[in-house]
C-alpha cells in the first residue's frame, strides 16, 4: 500500500508540475466554437460557451487529483512525521535548494488543493469569455499552491506564495462582478505588502540561522534561535511578527481582513472557492510550518497576542455574518470567524491544537468552497444573491438544496460532518491552555448555527414566489463538482482518521519544539 | 607634482597582442565599414534587410570572439602599456552590449521599413557606438576612457535624431529635439566629467588608474574631493541619475522606439562599468566619501523617478522614468562600495538589459498600431494578442520585482549586497528601496490593468512587423523568465567579474 520512495517522489513531482503544464496546454488550444449544451436556458438569446478549455482544464485538474489521492493513500502514516518523496536538487548559491517533500502537516492540504481545483474548475463550464485564460490562470494557481505546501526551502517557499498572486489577481480582475477592479487591486496591495514583512523576516531567521547559510525548513528548525534571546524585542521575537504579518493577511487576521470580503464578493464563483478552500489555508500553513516551528520560542512570548486575535477574528467575524443579507458576504464573513478557531488551535500550542487547527483548515476548506459552490449555482439561477428576494427554492432545486444544506451543517459543526471533528479537536486542545478564550470562541457556534440556519431557511423553505417558478435544479455537470466536495465531507466526517492520524504525525515534531518552554 | 604624463613604449608585438585583445571590438567596427560599404552600392530599389542580418552576425561574432578571448587565457591581460585592459569585468560588460545591439537590430524592422528612415545608417550607427561602448568597458585608463565616451556620445546623438521627420502635432519633430537636446547636454557633461579627470590628474600626478589608486589614500584633499564630485556629476548624466535626469524622458520620448530601447539599456550599463572601473579601480582609498554621494544621489533618484512616474499616461516616458528608478536602486549597490555591491549591480545590468528590451521590443512593434505611445493605445492588447500582452507582462512584472522572474533575483541580490555592509543609513536606503518597488507596482500594474482587464476599442490584430523581431523577443523573455531560476552561472561570472575590485 505504500508507495516506494523513488515513485512517490515522481508523483509528488507530477502533481506540483502538471498542471502547469495543463495550463500550457491550454492556453495554446483552449479555443473553440460554441455549444449548444451551454445555452443559458434563462436568456436563449444567449450564444452559449465552448467547452474545449474546460475540457482540457477538467481532464488535467482530475488527473492530478487522482494522482494527489494516490499520494494520500500511498503515504506512510506511521512516518507522517518526516519529509517523504523528497527532491533536491542545488539550486541558488547562497544555500537555497530546490527541495519538494511533503509531511502530515502538508499531505492533507495538497490533497485538499487538487480536489478543490478539480471541483472549481469542473464548476466553471458557464464562463463564456477568454476561457483558454480563464482556465490556465486556475491551473498556474494550483501549481503554486501545491508549491507553498510542498517547498522545503523558505526561499522556493516565498517564490510560490508570491506566484499565486498573479492568477487570482486577474481571475478577480477580469471575470469579477462590478466592482472586480477595486476587489482585485486590494487583494493584490494588502498581500504584496504583507510578503514584503514575510520576506524580511525570511531573511532575519536565515541570516542569523545556521552556517553555511541555508534556507532549508528542516535545518531552521533544528537550530536554536532563543539563543538570541527571549521576549517579543528580541531577534526571534521580530523576526516572529514580520513572518505573521505575511500570514495575517492572508488567514487572514483581524485588523488585516478588510481585502477578503470584497475579494469574495466580487471574484466569480471558482475563484471564491479557490479563496476560501485553499488560498486563505497558506496563511495558516505558514504559521504552523515557519513561524511555529522555526521560532518557538518567539511563539511562545506572542501567544497572548494570538489568544486575543483569535477571539476576535472569531466574534467579530461571525457577528459580521449575521448581519448580511447577501448570501455571499455571508460566507465570506463566516470564513473569518472560522479562521478564528485555526489560530486558536495553533495559539495553544499544544499537539492536539495544532491538528486541531489542521484539520479546521481541511475541513472549511472542503465546506466553504461548497459554499461558495452552491451560492453560484443558485446565483445562475436567480441572478440575486439578496436572501429577501429569494423564498421556497427547494421545490424547484431539491438537490441544490440539500447539498447547501450539507455545507451549511458541516459549518455550523454538526456531527457525522467535517467540521465537527475538527471543531471539537480545536478546542479540546485549547480549552486546557486557556478556558475563557475557548468558550468565547465554543459561543459563536451558536451565532454560526443562527445565521446559517436563518438564512438558507428563508431561502430554500417557505411559499415558492412566482417569479422562481420555472427555475430548474442542477445540471450533471455541477452535480459531479459539487458532489466531490459534498462527499469528502461526508468522508471526513464520518471516518476522520482518513486525515486525522497524518495530522496527528504531521504537528507531533512542531508540539515536541515547545516542550519545555517556562511559561 | 606636475611630471608629464609617462607615455608607455609599444613595440610591434605589443601592438598586435593589443589586437587581439580588441578583438570583439574590431569584429564590430569591420561589420559597421562591411555594412557601410554594401549600403553604397547596393541600389535604392533592392531591400536593405540582409543588412539587418549582416549586422546581427557580426555581433553574434564578437561575441564568439569573447568566448574565444575567455577560453584562450587572455582574462587579466593588458595592453598599450595598461591603457587597455581584457579583465572578467570587461568581458562581461563587452557581451553584454554585443546581446543588447543584437537584440536592438533585429527589433528595428517596424522603424526600419519606414521609407523616410535610412535602415542601414541605422545599422552602423548601432554598431559604432557598441564598440565605443566596448571600448568604455576596457578603458583603464581615463584618456582611453574619454574617448571611448565621445565615440559613444556622437553615435548616440545621431540614433536619437534617426526618427527626424517624426512630427507630432504641436509638439514639432520631437525626434530631432531628442538628438539636439542628448548631443547638447551630453557635451555639457562630458565637459564636466573632463574637468574632474583634469583634476584627478592634478592631484595624482597619473591617469591610468592604478597609478592614482597608489597616490590616493588617507585623507582626501579639496581638490580630489571636487574632483571627485564633477567625476559624479559627469556620469551622472550618462546614467540619468537625479538630479541630472532631465533629458531622459524627451529623448526616450522623442527618439525612434529601437534607439530608445538602445539607450536604456546599453549608454547605461556603459556609464555603470565606467563608474565601477573609476571608483573600485582608482579611487578606492577615498571610498567613505564617495559612498555618501552615491548614497544621497540614490534615494534622490529613485525618489523622484518612481513618483513623476505615476502621472505618465505615455508608455515611452513612463518607460524613462522607470529607468531612472532602476538607477536610483543600483546607485544603492554602489553605495555598498565594496565587491558584492558591485557584482549586484552587475547582475542587476543583466537582468535589467533583458527585461528593458523586452518591454521595449513590444513597444516597437506596438508602434504601428498606437502611434503616439500613449497607454491609451494599449488598452485590450490581451484580446488582439495575447503573446505580445504577455510578453510585456512578464517584462513589467520582472521590472516591479514579482517573483520568479530575473528582476526579482536582481534586486534581491542588490539590496542582500547592501544590507550586509552593516551601516544604519544603508539599511534604511534598502527599506527605502522595498516601498518605492511596491510603489512601482503601481504604476506597471496600470500598463497591466489597461491590456488584460480592459475590452480591447479596436478588434484588429496585433502582431510583430517580422520575424526577427518575434525572434527578439522570444529572446529576451527567455532571459526574463530564465536568468532568474537559473541565476547561478551569471551570478557567479558578476561575482569573479568583479573580484578584480580586490575588497
Not at chain 1, 494588502?190 to 541555508?214: D, K, Q
Not at chain 1, 443562527?450 to 452535480?479: H, M, N, Q
Not at chain 2, 581638490?223 to 559624479?232: E, F, G, N, P, Y
Not at chain 2, 513618483?307 to 505618465?312: G, R, Y
Request: glycine residues 10%; neutral net charge; proline residues 4%.
Amino acid at each position: 500500500m505504500i508507495l516506494e520512495p523513488n515513485v512517490g517522489q515522481i508523483v509528488l513531482q507530477l502533481v506540483l508540475w502538471l498542471p502547469a503544464i495543463g495550463a500550457a496546454v491550454v492556453a495554446l488550444a483552449g479555443n473553440g466554437r460554441a455549444e449548444a449544451s451551454t445555452v443559458d436556458h434563462d436568456h436563449p438569446a444567449a450564444e452559449g460557451a465552448s467547452l474545449r478549455a474546460w475540457r482540457i482544464a477538467t481532464f488535467f485538474a482530475a488527473i492530478t487529483f487522482i494522482l494527489a489521492a494516490w499520494l494520500l493513500i500511498g503515504f506512510d502514516r506511521s512516518n507522517a512525521n518526516q519529509y517523504q518523496f523528497e527532491t533536491r536538487i542545488g539550486w541558488l548559491p547562497f544555500g537555497s535548494d530546490y527541495r519538494i517533500a511533503v509531511d502530515g502537516l502538508s499531505m492533507p492540504l495538497l490533497a485538499l488543493n487538487a480536489l478543490l481545483t478539480l471541483s472549481a474548475v469542473a464548476g466553471s463550464w458557464r464562463i463564456a469569455m477568454r476561457q483558454p485564460l480563464y482556465f490556465s490562470l486556475f491551473l498556474i494557481l494550483e501549481s503554486a499552491v501545491s508549491g507553498v505546501f510542498t517547498a522545503g526551502d523558505l526561499f522556493l517557499f516565498f517564490l510560490f506564495w508570491e506566484l499565486e498572486l498573479i492568477p487570482m489577481f486577474l481571475v478577480i480582475g477580469i471575470w469579477g462582478g462590478a466592482r472586480r477592479e477595486y476587489a482585485a487591486f486590494k487583494f493584490i496591495l494588502y498581500t504584496v505588502a504583507g510578503s514584503a514583512f514575510m520576506l524580511v523576516g525570511i531573511f532575519l531567521v536565515a541570516y542569523y540561522g545556521p552556517r553555511p547559510l541555508t534556507f532549508g525548513i528542516a535545518e531552521l528548525a533544528r537550530f536554536n534561535f532563543a539563543q538570541y534571546g527571549t521576549g517579543i524585542a528580541s531577534l526571534g521575537g521580530i523576526a516572529f511578527i514580520l513572518l505573521f504579518i505575511g500570514f495575517a493577511v492572508k488567514v487572514p487576521v483581524f485588523p488585516f481582513h478588510t481585502w477578503l470580503p470584497d475579494a469574495h464578493v466580487e471574484a466569480p464563483t471558482a475563484g471564491s472557492v479557490m479563496l476560501a478552500g485553499v488560498l486563505l489555508k497558506m496563511g495558516g500553513y505558514g504559521l504552523l510550518r515557519l513561524c511555529v516551528t522555526l521560532l518557538p520560542q518567539a511563539a511562545h512570548d506572542w501567544q497572548w497576542l494570538l489568544i486575543i486575535l483569535a477571539v476576535v477574528n472569531s466574534i467579530y467575524g461571525a457577528f459580521v455574518a449575521l448581519a448580511q443579507t447577501d448570501l455571499k458576504k455571508m460566507i465570506a464573513n463566516s470564513s473569518i470567524s472560522h479562521m478564528g478557531y485555526v489560530l486558536l488551535g495553533v495559539a495553544a500550542l499544544t499537539q492536539i491544537g495544532f491538528q486541531g487547527a489542521l484539520l479546521v483548515m481541511v475541513a472549511h476548506g472542503l465546506y466553504s468552497g461548497l459554499l461558495f459552490s452552491m451560492v453560484g449555482l443558485v446565483y445562475d439561477r436567480t441572478h440575486t444573491r439578496e436572501v429577501g428576494a429569494m423564498s421556497g427554492l427547494a421545490a424547484r432545486m431539491p438537490f441544490i438544496a440539500s447539498v447547501f444544506m450539507i455545507a451549511g451543517l458541516a459549518s455550523l459543526g454538526l456531527p457525522g460532518l467535517a467540521g465537527f471533528v475538527a471543531e471539537f479537536t480545536t478546542f479540546i486542545g485549547s480549552y486546557g491552555v486557556f478556558p475563557l478564550a475557548t468558550i468565547l470562541c465554543v459561543s459563536t457556534i451558536a451565532i454560526t448555527a443562527g445565521y446559517i440556519l436563518w438564512r438558507l431557511g428563508s431561502v430554500f423553505f417557505g411559499p415558492l414566489l412566482d417569479e422562481w417558478g420555472t427555475l430548474g435544479d442542477a445540471i450533471w455537470r455541477e452535480r459531479v463538482s459539487v458532489g466531490l466536495l459534498a462527499a469528502a465531507t461526508l468522508l471526513i466526517g464520518v471516518v476522520p482518521s482518513v486525515v486525522a492520524d497524518m495530522s496527528a504525525g504531521g504537528v507531533a515534531p512542531i508540539a515536541a519544539r515547545l516542550v519545555g518552554l517556562g511559561s | 607634482m606636475n611630471t608629464p604624463i609617462p607615455l608607455p613604449t609599444v613595440t610591434a608585438e605589443d601592438l598586435f597582442f593589443g589586437l587581439i585583445l580588441l578583438g570583439p571590438v574590431l569584429v564590430v567596427i569591420v561589420t559597421a565599414v562591411v555594412v557601410l560599404l554594401i549600403d553604397l552600392i547596393i541600389t535604392d530599389w533592392l531591400s536593405r534587410r540582409p543588412l539587418m542580418w549582416i549586422s546581427a552576425l557580426g555581433l553574434l561574432v564578437g561575441i564568439a570572439t569573447c568566448g574565444l578571448l575567455w577560453l584562450g587565457g587572455y582574462v587579466g591581460k593588458s595592453a598599450f602599456g595598461g591603457f587597455l585592459v581584457l579583465d572578467g569585468f570587461a568581458l562581461f560588460f563587452e557581451a553584454l552590449f554585443l546581446l543588447a545591439a543584437m537584440l536592438v537590430i533585429l527589433s528595428a524592422t517596424t522603424f526600419a521599413d519606414r521609407e523616410e528612415l535610412f535602415e542601414a545608417e541605422f545599422y552602423v550607427m548601432v554598431l559604432f557606438s557598441t564598440a565605443g561602448l566596448m571600448l568604455m568597458a576596457s578603458g583603464n585608463e581615463l584618456i582611453t576612457i574619454y574617448l571611448a565616451l565621445e565615440v559613444t556620445s556622437l553615435s548616440l546623438s545621431f540614433l536619437a535624431a534617426w526618427n527626424k521627420r517624426d512630427a507630432i502635432a504641436g509638439q514639432g519633430l520631437k525626434s530631432t529635439e531628442a538628438g539636439i537636446k542628448f548631443f547638447l547636454l551630453s557635451a555639457m557633461s562630458t565637459a564636466i566629467l573632463l574637468y574632474g579627470m583634469a583634476l584627478l590628474y592634478g592631484v595624482s600626478g597619473a591617469t591610468t588608474l592604478v597609478d592614482i589608486s597608489r597616490v590616493l589614500t588617507g585623507a582626501p584633499s579639496p581638490a580630489a574631493l571636487l574632483s571627485v564630485t564633477m567625476l559624479i556629476a559627469g556620469l551622472g548624466f550618462k546614467i540619468a541619475a537625479a538630479p541630472f535626469q532631465l533629458w531622459t524622458p524627451d529623448v526616450y520620448q522623442g527618439a525612434a522606439t529601437p534607439a530608445t530601447a538602445f539607450f536604456s539599456v546599453g549608454s547605461k550599463a556603459a556609464g555603470f562599468a565606467v563608474i565601477l572601473r573609476i571608483f573600485n579601480g582608482a579611487l578606492p582609498g577615498i571610498s567613505p566619501e564617495w559612498s555618501v554621494l552615491f548614497g544621497v544621489l540614490a534615494f534622490v533618484t529613485m525618489t523622484a523617478g518612481n513618483l513623476i512616474a505615476i502621472v505618465q499616461t505615455n508608455i515611452k516616458r513612463l518607460m524613462a522614468y522607470s529607468s531612472i528608478t532602476h538607477v536610483g536602486y543600483m546607485l544603492i549597490g554602489l553605495a555598498a562600495a565594496n565587491a558584492d555591491g558591485s557584482s549586484a549591480v552587475m547582475f542587476y545590468l543583466l537582468a535589467y538589459a533583458f527585461t528593458n528590451l523586452g518591454a521595449f521590443i513590444v513597444i516597437t512593434i506596438m508602434a504601428n498600431y498606437a502611434p503616439d505611445d500613449e497607454i491609451s493605445g494599449y488598452v485590450g492588447l490581451a484580446q488582439r494578442s495575447p503573446v505580445l500582452a504577455l510578453g510585456l507582462t512578464l517584462a513589467l512584472l520582472s521590472l516591479a520585482g514579482i517573483p520568479p522572474f530575473v528582476g526579482f533575483f536582481a534586486k534581491l541580490y542588490l539590496f542582500l549586497a547592501a544590507i550586509r555592509v552593516n551601516s544604519v543609513g544603508l539599511q534604511l536606503l534598502v527599506i527605502w528601496a522595498l516601498i518605492m518597488s511596491a510603489v512601482s507596482l503601481y504604476y506597471y500594474g496600470r500598463v497591466i490593468h489597461a491590456m488584460w482587464m480592459r475590452d480591447a476599442v479596436e478588434s484588429e490584430r496585433v502582431h510583430p512587423a517580422s520575424f526577427s523581431q518575434g525572434l527578439a523577443l522570444a529572446a529576451s523573455m527567455a532571459g526574463v523568465v530564465a536568468f532568474g531560476i537559473f541565476a547561478a552561472p551569471f551570478l557567479n561570472a558578476a561575482v569573479s567579474a568583479s573580484s578584480i575590485f580586490g575588497r
